[in-house]
Structures are given as C-alpha cells and as structure tokens.
C-alpha cells in the first residue's frame, strides 16, 4: 500500500485527502500544524453567521484519514522520504503534498508588527474580540479581504477607514468599473476610504501617512496580501519560484512530491505559471493532486473563479481579467453590471459581474461554460440585458 | 402522498426553475428546454443557498453561490464543493397544472 502523506489541512490538503480516500488509499496522513479540526476560511472576513458563527468544519469525510492535529513539520528528508515534525518524529512516506498554504504580509512600516493579520480563525476572533461598537479601525489595504472585513466591522458598528497605497480598490483581480461601485456601496454605509495613502508608522492608538495624516486607531488590520508558505519545500530545494514551482499534474521538481493550493505556482495549460489563490482553485488543486500522486493522468484545466459577498452585493470573477481586453458590458438589475472581455478573436476569455447574488451566479456560472467550450458570442448579444445566452452553449 | 399544485405550466417557461414553498419547507420545480419537468429540495447541501437562483442548462442545476451542480434528474451532486445529494420528488402536469407529491 502507498503511505500518502500531506502536509497542511486547509481546502487544497483535505480535498486531497478526501480525494485519495474515495480511490480507496487507506495509509493517508494530514499534517496540520492548527490544534483544531479544518475549517473554511472564506467565512472569517465575513459577517458571522448568526446560527453557525465564524467556524465552520469543511464538510468532507474523513474517515479512514489520520489527521495529526497540532503538528507542525520542521523539514523533509528526500532521500529518507520523511517528514520530520517540530517534535523530532520522522513521518515516512511514498507520495508527500505540500499544501502549506500562504501567510499574510506584514506591513514593512515601524509598528507594523502592531496591525493584526487576518488567516486563520484565532486571528478572526482575536479581531472580532476587539471590535467594540463605535470603535475606530483602521485597514491597510483594500483588496477582497480589505473590503469584505470593512463591511464585517461597519455592521458591528466600527467607525472603518481603509488605506490603500494604490488609487483603486481591487487593483489586481477586479475590473475597474465594478471595483469602483463596489466601494460607492461601501461609502454609502459610512467606510472612509483613502487611496494613493503611503503608510509612515502605526503607533499606539493611531496610524500615520507619509502626508502627515493622523488617523485615530483603536484597531489596525494589515490586508495587503499574502506570500506562499514556501519555507520546507526551498529548505529541501525544491524549485521555488513565487510558490512551490509544479506542472500541470502538480508534480513538483521531486517526482515523489507534489504541491496545491495558495503555495504552487501551477504551470496551467490555458494561463502558463500562475500561483492562484482561491478557495474553489485550492479546491479543485487538492482534488487532482489526489488523482496524480495515485499515478493517474489529469491536468489542471479549471478555470480561476472566486466571489466576495459585500453588504447586499455579490462579486464573482471567472476567467482571469485583463484591462486592456477588448470588454462588453451587460446591465445586471440596478446597480448589477457585468463585464464579459473577449479575446482577440472573440471567444470569451473572462467575465466579473458585481449585483445581487443570483443573477451574478447565475451570469458567471454562464460565462465559465462558455470559456470552456470556447463560444463566440456577438458582443450586441453579450450587452443585451435579455439576452439568453444559453443557445450559445450548444453552437459549434 | 398528496399531490400539491405548485403553479398552471404556463407560469414556468421552459429551460427556468422557480420556488416553491409549502409548509414550512421549500423545493425547486424546473422545467427543461425540452419540456420535461422535474423537482428537487430546493436549498443546495452545501450553504443553504436556494436552488431557484442557480443556472439550469439541459438536466443540470448549477447553485449561484458556490458553484455546485447537480443532476435535476436524480439529485446527485455532480461537482464539489457539495458532496451531498439533494433528494428529488415526482412531479406531474395535471389540468394544466404542475403538481408535485411530497410527503
């Protein structure tokens, strides 16, 4: 029997496991370094929920997997094939998955190290537990987990300013035009936002701009993105480069290891290298790695998709969005909009769509299956609000 | 078993779904492009999102939310992240009516 081992138990590690599971491997071992059962991440920057709170188990089953809670790994041995913990325990394996994840950027400004960082539940709670009513917070940084905490702290009734270095929000995987109307609907629930805004310190109570800024600060939440967990796979050198370099099977330089999720950077056949960092391409990583560490053919052919709940408004992206592609807009209710871009010869490439939940999923959820089966449909038809484009699917 | 009207067929175009509430649960009644009319539990397994708001295309219904599908047919979830399927209930057209029989 094959002895699997994973290292981390977020949605790539546990798909993986799940995945290995339901093919029948019984010596399957998750390393997770957090003392509690795998949860989702993707509720913590949200408004808990009122009848399940911030967390929430990831719903697979497990039997028949050896989870080690609590254990984190210090080094892998290649030659050996171990992984050796932080307590000196040597794990031996056959197939190894690195799915390490990624760790949030601290700010580089003196008293950064003051700003939480928001990854696992235990920072959720540790933000949660300082979020008084008429509290003033201050985030660094608005991207999606940027704008999705500013709603979650604005509800709890925090005054909320958000820092950005760049003028927009949502610079690097969100169209500009429905970026900028997501922010309008988080003006028009009281979130401050200041964009081009160079950070000097964060001190006690209050956080500084290069200008000469002061704002007051009871709470400092740093968001500015993440750096993949890299550390064992470049101490066992492995090829690292912005994540654990794999190819489209997830193999790493070591045929013997394999890597998914928010560490891998993925030669995927339809983009080139590209580390993703989403739930549903953690997902759908973990799921393969499953099938490949087995020995079975499989590439990573998923298309890249997310959403962002943010107050009453939906945001889901598919595809990987380019400014500069030739784009048609389609009215989605008031203030809905979607934004299809086209590839240069015509097939659509990419779509976001930002309004009320069921039309934007039942919009994106669209447009996925048409990149898949590389559908060509006229622009006049792609901005008709009417328009139905499911025939589109069965063309040619 | 009664059998329960869910709406005159008319109200149900082909190749859309729509909700359908009746004691204090919820279901999702579809009817495909090739008029054919099925019914499942109306909230997806994974989120509690409901079904009446996803994508129907052929015999699949996709949830908006999360992007699970499943066979309208038979329930069975076809895509993560549900691994759940829904259950799925007979339906009829009856005087111009669709009907559904739940227990």
Redesign the interface.
């Known amino acids: 029997m094959t002895r699997y081992v994973i290292v981390g138990a977020g949605e790539a590690g546990i798909?993986a496991a799940a995945s290995l599971r339901a093919a029948g491997e019984r010596e399957i071992v998750v390393l997770s370094a957090e003392p509690i059962a795998p949860y989702e991440r993707p509720p913590l920057s949200k408004p808990p929920d009122p009848d399940r709170g911030l967390l929430r188990p990831i719903?697979?089953?497990l039997s028949g997997v050896e989870l080690r809670l609590g254990c984190s790994a210090r080094a892998i041995d290649r030659r050996a094939r171990t992984v050796e913990l932080a307590t000196g325990e040597r794990i031996p394996y056959d197939r190894l998955l690195l799915a390490t994840g990624a760790k949030q950027r601290r700010l580089a400004c003196p008293g950064g190290d003051r700003a939480l960082l928001l990854r696992s539940s235990d920072d959720a709670r540790a933000i949660h537990a300082r979020a008084e009513p008429g509290a003033r917070a201050v985030i660094v940084g608005a991207g999606l987990i940027g704008l999705e905490l500013a709603a979650t702290l604005r509800v709890r009734g925090l005054e909320v300013c958000v820092v950005e270095l760049a003028a927009r929000a949502l610079g690097r995987a969100v169209p500009a035009e429905l970026a900028e109307r997501l922010v309008e609907r988080h003006r028009a629930e009281g979130v401050l936002f200041l964009f081009g805004a160079r950070l000097e310190a964060v001190e006690a109570g209050a956080v500084r701009l290069a200008d000469g800024t002061r704002l007051p600060a009871d709470l400092v939440v740093a968001a500015i993105g993440v750096e993949p967990a890299t550390e064992l796979a470049e101490a066992a050198d492995l090829a690292c480069a912005n994540g654990i370099l794999v190819d489209s099977s997830l193999r790493t330089s070591d045929p013997a290891i394999f890597a998914a999720g928010d560490c891998a950077a993925v030669d995927h056949p339809r983009y080139g290298r590209v580390r993703f960092e989403s739930w549903?391409m953690a997902?759908?990583q973990g799921?393969l790695a499953g099938r490949t560490m087995r020995g079975e053919a499989g590439e990573l052919t998923a298309l890249p998709?997310f959403?962002s709940d943010q107050w009453d408004l939906s945001l889901q992206v598919v595809g990987r969005c380019d400014p500069q592609r030739q784009a048609v807009l389609r009215a989605l209710g008031s203030p809905g909009l979607v934004r299809f871009e086209l590839d240069p010869t015509g097939g659509l490439a990419a779509a976001a769509a930002l309004g009320p939940?069921?039309p934007?999923?039942?919009a994106i959820?669209?447009v996925?299956?048409l990149i898949e089966r590389g559908a060509v449909v006229p622009p006049s038809t792609l901005a008709d609000p009417e328009a139905?484009l499911?025939p589109f699917?069965r063309a040619p | 078993m009664p059998w329960i009207t869910v709406c005159p067929l008319d109200e149900l175009p082909r190749g859309s779904v729509r909700r359908f509430d009746h004691g204090g649960r919820t279901w999702a009644v579809y009817r495909t492009a090739t008029d054919e009319l099925f019914c499942t539990d109306g909230l997806c397994t994974h989120e509690a999102v409901h079904l009446a708001d996803g994508l129907l295309v052929d015999y699949e219904i996709e949830c908006p939310k999360h992007a699970g599908v499943f066979d309208i047919r038979t329930g069975e979830a076809l895509r993560l992240p549900p691994c759940v399927d829904l259950e799925t209930w007979p339906v009829r057209l009856h005087d111009g009516r669709i009907e559904i029989e739940i227990d």
């Open positions: 798909r719903g697979v089953d549903r997902g759908e799921r998709w959403w939940a069921g934007v999923g039942r959820r669209l996925e299956r139905d499911r699917l």
